[in-house]
């Protein structure tokens, strides 16, 4: 639910998804193996067909359980608000320069940039070496420490885990996927898992490693409810090396771990206090990520927090899930980037004024603050031309 997509890489290979011929099966290729067609250079078309050939017609019902876990509609009027190109987009444009549109294409069909997620919701555990912290590891364990006595929520049962891009090199996890979240026979899942290990094992692609693969964090409850398909999924935050890494190569790795965990534990605390409703709205998005932003610049800047600087926090919280921030129109609408350094300045004003200093807000007062502070975060703000 609370979450950041690829949104760039999801549009531009949906852009490239509709080219016609796609969902029909070449002839041609549809007598021979998987192993045949994901040698070192695989015909695309064939590769596309077969793909096509063996992945659901469409969202089956437990994929869409998932990714309404990890995603939210939106809609907000994008022309009243000041929103550019961002630093985010830059780097993803850098960094996936020599990849092909048939490359984004026959990714994003396999699943490529959704199935780390899933792996990491079905399966993932704290204990699983599979699923440990790696980069950043020792920050994150202790800002998690922090955050769990900072604020007053139960937070005991959180486990904080990582999900790996690697992953997509392993045909027995990612068949095990293809067969819950895409509904397939093993048969079938097989062969896709073996056409992602051979496709994934390119230099370009890092065999998997790629940031693109992993380039999101999020927080997740199902309230104790199972989910369709697949049970019940434990209260976790899960950080993906690929985001962790994008924002090191911007610049922002003395600040991101600390503030993209503070963040996704903004979510829990929200979890524990009921603040999602049952009709999720662009505009309840919007606010949820805010009240994220601001409870992790309360945390961060607070001295019983991280003590970090409120001018590097807000830096941060510019650039912070900039890829969803000027996507109105898509998944889980975080904010502008405006707005999120105003919902930080907001929680740095009341640290600093608290009385007496140092005291630390429950977190009910602190949501019911934020809720009275809300419309002004939000107020359009694009200059008149
Ligand atoms: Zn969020």
């Known amino acids: 639910m609370r979450h950041l997509r690829p949104v760039t890489a999801v549009a531009l290979s949906a852009a490239l998804l509709t080219a016609p ?220 090396d690929g985001i962790l890494r994008a924002y090191r190569e911007m610049g922002y790795g003395d600040v991101a771990p600390q503030a993209i965990l503070a963040h996704e534990f903004g979510h829990h605390v929200q979890f524990e206090l009921r603040m999602h409703d049952d009709h999720p709205s662009p505009e309840a998005t919007r606010r949820t990520e805010l009240h994220a932003d601001a409870s992790a610049a309360y945390f961060l800047s607070h001295p019983r927090g991280m003590s970090m600087q409120i001018k590097r926090v807000t830096q941060f919280l510019r650039v912070f899930y900039s890829i969803g921030d000027c996507g109105f129109s898509s998944d889980g609408h975080h904010g502008t980037p405006l707005q999120r350094e105003r919902a930080g300045n907001w929680a740095y004003q009341l640290q600093e004024s608290a009385r007496p200093k140092g005291r630390i807000l429950g977190s009910v007062e602190f949501a019911r603050l934020f809720d009275a502070v809300l419309p002004r975060l939000v107020a359009p703000d694009a200059r008149a031309a």
Request: hydrophobic content about 40%; glycine content about 6%.
């Open 21 to 240: 011929g796609i969902a029909t099966l070449s002839p041609v290729y549809a007598a021979s193996s998987a192993t045949t067609v994901a040698t070192a250079n695989p015909d695309p078309a064939a590769l596309k067909a077969r793909i096509a050939a063996l992945m659901p017609k469409g969202d089956t019902a437990t994929k869409r359980a998932l990714d309404r876990l990890i995603s939210e509609p939106s809609s907000i009027d994008g022309t009243q608000y000041q929103c550019g190109p961002t630093e985010f987009a830059a780097w993803q444009k850098r960094s996936t320069a020599n990849w092909t549109a048939d490359d984004f294409t026959i990714l994003d069909n396999l699943g490529a940039f959704d199935l780390p997620t899933y792996d990491a919701l079905v399966d993932g555990s704290e204990n699983d070496p599979a699923y440990a912290l790696r980069a950043d590891a020792q920050v994150m364990t202790k800002t998690m420490r922090k955050l769990e006595k900072f604020w007053d929520i139960k937070s005991d049962d959180i486990q904080l885990m990582a999900m790996h891009g690697d992953m997509l090199r392993d045909t027995a996890r990612t068949s095990r996927m293809y067969q819950i979240a895409y509904e397939l026979p093993k048969a079938q899942a097989d062969e896709l898992a073996a056409i992602l290990a051979q496709y994934i094992a390119q230099p370009k692609f890092e065999y998997g490693n790629h940031p693109m693969f992993t380039l999101n964090a999020f927080a997740f409850t199902t309230y104790g409810e199972p989910i369709e398909g697949v049970g019940v999924v434990g209260d976790r935050i899960v950080m993906g």
